[in-house]
């Protein structure tokens, strides 16, 4: 039987600043570090129960050519008020690529990207 999602593995260019980025910005706290022998050293952060995994060594890369996105598409943060989240992360200097907007279902969200560009949601439910 499955239970639940255990952590999300995120490929990062350079895990010292991309650890520093979710704890920091993001309030993770790290729980651990790995050394291994063909990836380096792996960090890994929680958040009220919700893990990530962060992998260093990564490279940059585009979508091919006329191919869809194919993977996962973002991780998503539960927050209390996205406009307060929104407010706070851009003091930090972190840009987003939708500002806060109320969708379907009164969800209200808002995007920005990790330091090597994953995209991440914020998400506020309505009460």
């Known amino acids: 039987m499955i ?5 999300v593995a995120v490929v990062t260019t350079d895990v010292e600043r991309a650890a520093s980025f ?6 993770f706290h790290e729980t651990g570090r790995l050394e291994t022998g063909h990836r380096g050293t792996l ?27 194919v993977g996962y598409k973002h991780i998503c943060l539960l927050v209390d008020d996205v406009d307060v989240e929104y ?13 806060p907007t109320t ?5 209200r969200i808002a995007f920005f990207r990790d330091p ?3 995209p991440i949601e914020l998400l506020q439910r309505p009460e």
């Open 22 to 27: 979710y704890a920091e910005a993001l309030g």
């Open 87 to 99: 407010a706070r992360l851009m003091a930090r200097g972190v840009e987003f690529h939708m500002a």
């Open 3 to 7: 239970r639940s999602i255990d952590h």
């Open 43 to 69: 960090v890994f952060l929680s958040l009220d129960g919700t893990m990530v995994e962060l992998f260093g060594g990564g490279e940059p890369k585009g979508p091919a050519e006329g191919q869809p996105d």
């Open 103 to 107: 969708v379907e279902a009164g969800l």
């Open 116 to 118: 090597d560009g994953n």
